[in-house]
């Protein structure tokens, strides 16, 4: 049975850090581009960063450009997103996603999906 299992989301203050993590396990096919993307309320689900099967290209959404940075481990299948200077707007649920083709803003083109992590930034 797939699984993305993610972690590390919570609460933080503004200007504050976090790390999410996300672990692939029983996935049949070879992934070739890992993602995360996040989803506040009454917002449509938008990616917040990509990086493909070797690393080398990488994609981030232009409102946290410079802040956040997506790194992997192919070896454990996994994917993590550091949040720096995060921002009260970067308040949303945080998905992991993966699938077996190249990398892609839209979420219909991705296979598999974590649950979600709540991430909240407030004072």
């Known amino acids: 049975q797939v699984q993305l299992v993610e972690s590390g989301g919570g609460s933080v203050q503004p200007g504050g850090s976090l790390r999410l993590s996300c672990a692939a396990l029983?996935?049949?096919?070879?992934?070739?581009?890992r993602a995360w993307f996040r989803q506040a309320p009454g917002k449509e689900r938008e990616r917040v960063a990509n990086?493909?099967?070797?690393?080398?290209?990488?994609n981030y959404a232009d409102s946290v450009k410079g802040r956040f940075t997506i790194s992997q481990d192919n070896s454990k299948n996994t994917v993590d997103l550091q949040m720096n200077g995060l921002k009260p707007e970067d308040t949303a649920m945080y998905y992991c996603?993966?699938?077996?083709?190249?990398?892609?803003?839209?979420?219909?083109?991705?296979?598999?999906w974590g649950q979600g992590t709540q991430v909240t930034v407030s004072s």
């Open positions: 029983a996935i049949p096919y070879t992934i070739k581009c």
């Open positions: 990086i493909n099967q070797s690393g080398r290209i990488t």
């Open positions: 996603a993966v699938r077996d083709g190249f990398c892609s803003p839209y979420t219909f083109d991705y296979n598999d």
